[in-house]
């Protein structure tokens, strides 16, 4: 039985929702950000994508490219649950949904019945219930794994639909840029094309021992090798673990001293230790995550015996791994707290 996945993703979403709730925004450049003196854009919509503003983007920037933009400070509980409401549109056509995010999800739909045609039809529908529902557009992809649905439903945004069928797939992966390919990063795309390979074509004459060469022994080389040539086994995950969960804080102003790092510590571990109640976990191993203002970052860990949940704990154990010597002279810009190796809480 051929798998059929449909990829959703909703366009421009955090602003898409803002313009939603403001209509007379419609037609302006709008950005929804994380303000303070170290702002960054978290999306923006197609009006100020047209300018070069994107997320990740420093809102001085954006300022700068886009002098009339429009910058709204986030509100994710309203994201949160109009997020809800899609995923709830979702569950009528499957049950096998694994998101990615508030605004993306990955759909299984195959079935004994089910064709290529049928699951397009199925996408357009949930398109258009997601549009009468929610006032909200959205674009999908429909393919026969995760990677060429995913691939599609950013070939036509917004509200573009795109069906990548099995005949079509060896000239599309072959005109590939391989940073185009799933989990090819810059670095990655470096170490590729210092060898020559450019494109989905380069990477399908090479052979899984050639790849292993460049690339390590871990399972990078096995995904590229399979994924140009339009295999991609991974399942559509319902109810996927998270691997950690965690908060972190950017200061306005950068901190100089472990003293007024640990007055930040309770603040954290207390979101941390919320969080993990909410979700139905607990931990073994704490992380503590410092950023400096030259850019570097540097995490240490700590693991117990017993698990970790409430804040007390939490705070006894990443105050010990706060040493003098790791934030001595350097300006301390962004710090976080996460928990990883966890288990459901009892």
Same mark, same amino acid.
């Given at each position: 039985m051929t798998r059929l996945i449909v990829h959703v993703d909703m366009d421009a979403f955090?602003?898409?929702?803002?313009?939603?709730?403001?209509?007379? @925004?419609? *037609?302006?450049?709008?950005? #929804?950000? #994380?303000?303070?003196?170290?702002?960054?854009?978290?999306?923006?919509? %197609?009006?100020?994508?047209?300018? *070069?503003?994107? $997320?990740?983007?420093?809102? %001085?920037?954006?300022?700068?490219r886009c002098p009339g933009i429009v910058l709204l400070p986030q509100r994710m509980d309203l994201y949160r649950a109009v997020s809800a409401q899609i995923h709830g549109i979702f569950a009528r056509y499957t049950e096998a949904i694994e998101p990615l995010a508030l605004d993306e999800a990955y759909l299984d739909v195959t079935g004994e019945d089910q064709t290529l045609e049928g699951a397009q039809h199925l996408a357009a529908d949930i398109q258009a219930d997601i549009l009468r529902e929610t006032r909200l557009t959205c674009s999908a992809g429909v393919s026969v794994n995760k990677f060429l649905a995913k691939f599609a439903s950013g070939l036509q945004k917004p509200a573009g639909l795109t069906v990548i069928r099995p005949e079509e797939v060896d000239a599309l992966l +072959? =005109? @590939?840029?391989?940073?185009?390919? %799933?989990?090819? *990063?810059?670095?990655?795309?470096?170490?590729?094309?210092?060898?020559?390979?450019?494109?989905? +074509?380069? @990477?399908?004459?090479? $052979?899984?021992?050639? @790849?292993?060469?460049?690339?390590? $022994?871990?399972?990078? +080389?096995?995904? &590229?090798?399979?994924? =140009?040539?339009?295999?991609?086994?991974?399942?559509?995950?319902?109810?996927?673990?998270?691997? $950690?969960? *965690? #908060?972190?804080?950017?200061?306005?102003?950068?901190?100089?001293?472990?003293?007024? &790092?640990?007055?930040?510590?309770p603040g954290l571990t207390q979101e941390l230790a919320a969080r993990l109640s909410r979700r139905g976990y607990v931990g073994r191993t704490a992380v503590l995550k410092m950023s400096f203002e030259d850019g570097t970052t540097v995490t240490r860990h700590r693991t117990r015996e017993q698990p970790l949940a409430g804040a007390d704990e939490l705070a006894q154990a990443v105050t010990g791994m706060l040493t003098s010597e790791l934030s001595a002279e350097r300006r301390v810009r962004l710090l976080g707290v996460s928990v990883v190796n966890l288990s459901p809480r009892a």
């Amino acid at each position: 039985m051929t798998r059929l996945i449909v990829h959703v993703d909703m366009d421009a979403f955090y602003a898409s929702v803002e313009v939603r709730e403001q209509p007379e @925004l419609e *037609g302006q450049p709008v950005a #929804v950000i #994380v303000p303070g003196r170290r702002g960054i854009v978290m999306t923006a919509n %197609y009006v100020a994508r047209n300018f *070069g503003v994107h $997320s990740a983007l420093p809102v %001085y920037q954006a300022r700068l490219r886009c002098p009339g933009i429009v910058l709204l400070p986030q509100r994710m509980d309203l994201y949160r649950a109009v997020s809800a409401q899609i995923h709830g549109i979702f569950a009528r056509y499957t049950e096998a949904i694994e998101p990615l995010a508030l605004d993306e999800a990955y759909l299984d739909v195959t079935g004994e019945d089910q064709t290529l045609e049928g699951a397009q039809h199925l996408a357009a529908d949930i398109q258009a219930d997601i549009l009468r529902e929610t006032r909200l557009t959205c674009s999908a992809g429909v393919s026969v794994n995760k990677f060429l649905a995913k691939f599609a439903s950013g070939l036509q945004k917004p509200a573009g639909l795109t069906v990548i069928r099995p005949e079509e797939v060896d000239a599309l992966l +072959a =005109a @590939l840029t391989v940073d185009e390919f %799933y989990g090819v *990063g810059p670095v990655i795309a470096g170490k590729l094309r210092a060898q020559g390979i450019e494109t989905g +074509a380069d @990477l399908r004459a090479r $052979s899984l021992v050639e @790849l292993q060469a460049v690339l390590g $022994s871990g399972k990078l +080389a096995p995904r &590229l090798h399979g994924l =140009a040539r339009g295999v991609d086994d991974r399942p559509v995950e319902a109810h996927r673990e998270p691997q $950690s969960i *965690g #908060v972190e804080r950017t200061f306005e102003q950068d901190l100089t001293t472990r003293e007024a &790092l640990l007055a930040e510590l309770p603040g954290l571990t207390q979101e941390l230790a919320a969080r993990l109640s909410r979700r139905g976990y607990v931990g073994r191993t704490a992380v503590l995550k410092m950023s400096f203002e030259d850019g570097t970052t540097v995490t240490r860990h700590r693991t117990r015996e017993q698990p970790l949940a409430g804040a007390d704990e939490l705070a006894q154990a990443v105050t010990g791994m706060l040493t003098s010597e790791l934030s001595a002279e350097r300006r301390v810009r962004l710090l976080g707290v996460s928990v990883v190796n966890l288990s459901p809480r009892a």
